[in-house]
């Protein structure tokens, strides 16, 4: 794709998401190579560590929100279906006898981004509106 | 002070940099976990066999946790830290697990819980090697974590078995089926602690001997599974369990200072159901430890059910637990049981408040011998308050 074209089709993007229908929504973002295609459930999985892959059999690396942000919270709750102190007691169990460990955090959209967009395993969540060509949105939450 | 300069060394834990490492591929991670309890035995029918002229509460028989009149913290806190060590070579996953935990029982000593070495040698299948914990029940692996179960502590009826280092061999397999999560492990090992504590205290107070204990050619299973709301656990193990009493010179019993030697056989088998449905919460388990000593056998069965409610960041809960031990030969019970009422206050997502107000029954026929020990003489009815104050970080 030429420059040209690529700009087009961002712009295009761009007017795509501006749109009212997707403000303001939570976004499940990977690498724009990850050709997966992810139910709720699936997301739930590899965020409580409960699969390493996605279902193509490459490995998954989730990535989360800082403990602080709004957007965990919202996460947490419509995606995980569970409160952050219970995700948090479920991780101490893992974590204390080596069975696994919580997901990577960054502090921004923009840093959770560019992680996806430079590692093929990593899946991520952002505000939709931070949403950017770098990757891959593979489906959207109502907050 | 005594406690803070034996903690020292942990506080320069937080100012190393893990970025760096040998290989310049690892990732270094430093987490911890911290409970702060107290309690005081608010009535109580019988002197304990432990504390002088006091009534008690015997609230962990592994570390010998013990509460008396007195409002006291030390026989639950603790503090423990974990440094978790990945290899970030695709082809070369190795972890690696170090964990020490200070209690308040030891006057903050740390000892080394966990240290091991875990190989990847497949995604789905790993091998340990080094020191973890005997996994019993449910709880045991992250007995101290308080923060991660509603009460303030696993009841000590179910949670009496005093041996849980297991210096060893691992083999994990964990995969998944549909919506079901499974793992399975199989152990074998020793434990090599030091002389086991509550036994020695116990027949120091009452026998005047010593004992070693000696916990070895252990080998045990455990079967894990579990989807969104349900989680189910399987466990045995058998073992063998060396004793040597040094019984002193002391009084009309003994004469002279001797050393007896004997071994049990012992045989577990454990199984938890625990179902959660984001506000109400079932947890149960039940177990079957059998000790066997030149045919005679002695089969002490344990369960413990729990119901708790999650409103908002309050989790009120009822627990019941109960042992029940026969000497299959001399027919001497030893049977107790609690009923626990309390409530966890999540402070934050990390911090959790608990207070909880236990009632023990003791309805043991004490027995006093000579020549034998009794795995628990009667403690006593005892109705115990404690509060407490869990965080991991």
Redesign the interface.
């Known amino acids: 794709m030429n420059l040209r074209y690529s700009k087009i089709y961002s712009i295009v993007l761009w007017l795509f998401f501006s749109q009212e229908v997707w403000a303001g929504q939570l976004a499940v973002i990977v690498h724009p190579d990850n050709t997966n295609q992810l139910s709720k459930?699936e997301i739930s999985?590899i965020y409580l560590g409960?699969?390493?892959?996605f279902p193509n059999g490459s490995k998954a690396e989730p990535i989360n929100q800082s403990?602080k942000s709004e957007l965990k919270m919202i996460f947490d709750k419509s995606v995980l279906?569970?409160?952050?102190?219970?995700i948090?007691?479920?991780w101490?169990?893992l974590?204390?006898?080596?069975?696994g460990?919580p997901p990577r955090t960054f502090n921004s959209d923009q840093a959770i981004i560019n992680y996806v967009a430079n590692n093929e395993n990593a899946i991520g969540y952002i505000n939709s509106d931070s949403v950017d060509l770098k990757v891959k949105v593979i489906t959207m939450f109502n907050r | 002070m005594k406690i803070s300069s034996k903690l020292i060394p942990y506080f320069f834990l937080c100012f190393v940099d893990y970025s760096w490492s040998i290989t310049g591929m690892s990732e270094y991670n430093v987490s911890g976990f911290a409970s702060f309890v107290g309690g005081k035995v608010i009535s109580s029918d019988t002197n304990c066999p432990l504390v002088a002229n006091s009534d008690c509460f015997v609230a962990d028989y592994h570390n010998v946790g013990i509460y008396d009149k007195d409002i006291t913290f030390s026989p639950e806190s603790t503090i423990g830290f974990q440094i978790s060590v990945s290899s970030l070579f695709i082809d070369n996953p190795i972890n690696v697990i170090v964990q020490t935990i200070a209690r308040g029982t030891e006057e903050w000593e740390t000892s080394l819980d966990w240290a091991f070495i875990e190989y990847e040698l497949s995604p789905t299948w790993q091998i340990r090697f080094g020191r973890e914990r005997i996994p019993l029940g449910y709880y045991s692996d992250f007995y101290e974590i308080g923060y991660s179960y509603p009460w303030v502590r696993p009841p000590s009826e179910v949670y009496f078995w005093q041996f849980s280092k297991l210096d060893g061999i691992k083999i994990i397999h964990e995969n998944f089926f549909k919506d079901w999560n499974y793992r399975a492990s199989l152990y074998f090992g020793e434990e090599n602690d030091e002389a086991n504590k509550f036994f020695s205290e116990l027949s120091r107070f009452v026998f005047f001997e010593t004992l070693d204990y000696q916990f070895k050619n252990i080998v045990g299973l455990t079967f894990e599974s579990n989807k969104n709301w349900l989680d189910m656990r399987a466990a045995m193990m058998t073992g063998e369990l060396d004793i040597t009493q040094n019984r002193l010179k002391l009084g009309a019993f003994v004469l002279n200072d001797t050393t007896v030697f004997s071994t049990r056989d012992v045989t577990y088998g454990g199984l938890s159901i625990n179902v959660d449905l984001n506000n109400f919460i079932l947890l149960s388990e039940a177990g079957r430890l059998q000790s066997e000593i030149n045919l005679r056998t002695i089969n002490t069965d344990t369960y413990m059910v729990s119901v708790a409610y999650r409103w908002n960041n309050l989790t009120p809960y009822i627990l019941f637990s109960s042992l029940d031990s026969i000497d299959e030969i001399t027919l001497q019970p030893d049977k107790f049981s609690t009923i626990s009422l309390g409530i966890r206050w999540d402070l934050s997502y990390a911090t959790a408040f608990k207070f909880q107000i236990d009632r023990t029954n003791d309805d043991s026929e004490a027995l006093i011998s000579t020549t034998t020990v009794q795995d628990s003489p009667r403690f006593g009815n005892a109705t115990l308050v404690s509060i407490g104050i869990d965080t991991i970080f």
């Open positions: 459930a999985r409960k699969t390493k892959f403990v279906e569970k409160s952050a102190s219970q948090n007691a479920y101490a169990r974590l204390f006898t080596g069975k460990k």
